[in-house]
């Protein structure tokens, strides 16, 4: 299987080389070749299946170049958590996807991309330096991710004052081979001088360095797991109608999704839920994609003006407008809509909602108001309600626990570097410090 650039589909390298540069030189992102559907049988079987074996399968229909006793390794060191559907209302549940090392849904994409990089460097003269950008999740768990793999660095650079405490003690104080870089600027801000980096001729001469955001094809290959898992248990019967909500911000989740669908998974609507960065439910009401500058929000990690991923959406479905406003309805609301149905879900069910599955819970409900044809509604819960406390605490007026996971993160020290936006301090240190080279 080849990945070629979403900006020239002639420009085609090997699984290696597209996870090891991360992005194309001529700055769009890689994708597979083709797409294959799974077969009958394995829908058929698919209630059978462990989470691990279904991620076996889906990972060999796109990965074919490596050994499948090292996928499946791979695979069993990493998928070694579950993603629960927990229901909510009759019509309505929830896929969690919160249940692993840092409590987020990014743990599925970090620690799978942590051992595919190790794998590819094992036998290098040469120090692989990862540089992502975060606005929160990501940051967390691409770090703890890679901590102490060898013959790997890993530059974490995230927006000062935007992502919780929590989450910055989580990204700011493992040292070793992770540095936290905090920058005085946005997520967009971040986000941008990542890309930079990876086509800077000064630091492609001297450096090996890639990306782990989901700009990073190997991010998105185990997000698409989890829709299978979801899949098979919620007893999906031929009559169903299914829509899925995704709280969005860079649209790698989504992004994953889409490519399951191609693979043969029965969702009838995907919906895009954002906050008021509302880009994308813009391009969907309107055609028009007019990115800008992202704002401050409850749900940070969806605080995103220019979604990288939206470029593989558009290469789904050949740039058709009609086709990709079919197949994904958007919907954008405020921190205080958010703050009311985190209230009202608490109130009525006892479950408790962090602010992005709030977001999602939101857009499934009103597409679902307004298509009650739809018989199945899932919104997935993308990080745990302790790592938003404050935000949590103060909304449904309860004391949310922190989980032991959490806890061991709190007294440490922090240890990250501050620079500002302007790209040429990021060059200059990655450039001036050998620990790099």
């Known amino acids: 299987m080849k990945f070629y650039s979403t900006n020239n589909k002639n420009n085609k390298v090997s699984l290696r080389e597209a996870i090891l540069t991360g992005m194309p030189k001529d700055k769009g992102l890689f994708m597979p070749e083709k797409i294959n559907k799974l077969d009958d049988k394995f829908f058929q079987n698919i209630s059978s299946l462990s989470f691990q074996e279904m991620s076996k399968i889906i990972a060999k229909n796109i990965i ?30 929830t896929l969690e996807l919160f249940h692993g090392p840092t409590l987020a849904f990014k743990d599925f994409g970090a620690r799978f991309m942590s051992r595919l990089m190790s794998y590819f460097v094992k036998d290098s003269d040469h120090k692989l330096n990862i540089v992502v950008a975060t606005s929160g999740d990501t940051g967390s768990a691409v770090a703890n991710g890679f901590l102490g793999i060898p013959n790997i660095n890993v530059l974490v650079l995230y927006p000062s004052g935007k992502v919780s405490k929590i989450q910055e003690k989580q990204i700011a104080t493992l040292g070793q081979n992770i540095t936290a870089l905090e920058v ?52 999906y019967q031929p009559n169903d109608k299914l829509a899925v909500c995704v709280p969005s911000g860079n649209f790698g989740n989504l992004t994953a999704g889409l490519m399951g669908m191609k693979m043969g998974l029965p969702i009838d609507q995907f919906i895009a839920a954002t906050n008021i960065n509302d880009v994308v439910p813009e391009y969907l009401q309107s055609s028009i994609f007019s990115p800008r500058p992202s704002t401050a929000t409850i749900s940070n990690a969806m605080d995103v003006g220019n979604p990288s991923n939206f470029a593989r959406i558009l290469d789904i479905y050949g740039n058709d407008y009609k086709t990709i406003s079919d197949k994904i309805k958007g919907y954008a609301f405020t ?103």
Do not use: W
């Open 64 to 93: 074919d170049d490596i050994d499948e006793p090292v996928l499946d390794r791979i695979i069993e060191e990493t998928i070694n958590f579950d993603a629960p559907v927990v229901n909510i209302t009759d019509k309505i549940s």
């Open 184 to 235: 005085d600027g946005t997520f967009d801000d971040c986000q941008k001088m990542v890309k930079a980096s990876l086509i800077d001729e000064d630091i492609l001469k001297n450096l090996k360095i890639t990306s782990a955001n989901s700009i990073n094809i190997s991010r998105l290959i185990p997000q698409i797991f989890y829709y299978f898992r979801m899949f098979a248990q919620i007893d």
């Open 335 to 437: 921190d205080e809509e958010t703050r009311e149905k985190m209230k009202q879900v608490y109130a009525d069910t006892n479950y408790i909602c962090d602010p992005h599955g709030a977001v999602g819970y939101l857009g499934l409900e009103k597409f679902m108001s307004q298509n009650p044809e739809f018989t199945k509604g899932v919104f997935f819960e993308t990080a745990h309600p302790a790592k938003f406390k404050d935000v949590v605490d103060e909304t449904i007026n309860q004391n949310v626990e922190i989980p032991r996971r959490l806890k061991k993160f709190m007294d440490r020290e922090k240890l990250s570097i501050g620079i500002s936006k302007d790209f040429q301090d990021l060059k200059n240190l990655m450039l001036g410090d050998e620990k790099y080279r």
